[in-house]
């Protein structure tokens, strides 16, 4: 009998609950380059986010092969972890925690230190010390992040978006 109940409990949480996936208020097709330690590609992807959540999909040949997903863990194939100890294991140990989730919407980083605007509406920040050499820069359709001493880039463009390579 008790094993009858938990059977129907069971089903009936499924039902409420459902195998629901987050439902995001933006969606967009990108195209999306990452070269970091961890994470080499170059191809087609969407990012989706709400106010506390974003997730980067990448596609190869339309077949789904990486899911970053940042909430209060950062979720990727290998696991979840913290956001400072993904972006300590995957981009560089001194950058801050926030660092992925702000590229990613083409937000400031490192808290707006070294930040210009140009006369066309881009923004540019300019981080330099002995560990960084970081350019990062957003606006009309493409947010560029690179990372010479450390050799990371970060480049997400709208699809319909031409612009060449720097």
Known sequence: MQKFFILWVSILLILITGCSTKHYQFSEPKIITLKTPKLKFADTGYIRHDETSVEVELFTAGVAVEKISIDSLVCVSNG???EEAF???YLYPDYPADTMRNIVLGKDIFAGRGKEEMCDGRL???IRNDEMDIIYRRGKGEIYFKDRLNS???RI?????NQSLP
């Open 87 to 89: 972006v300590k294991e």
């Open 80 to 82: 979840c972890m913290s």
């Open 152 to 154: 990371l880039i970060i």
């Open 124 to 126: 540019f920040q300019f």
């Open 157 to 161: 463009n709208d699809l319909d978006t």
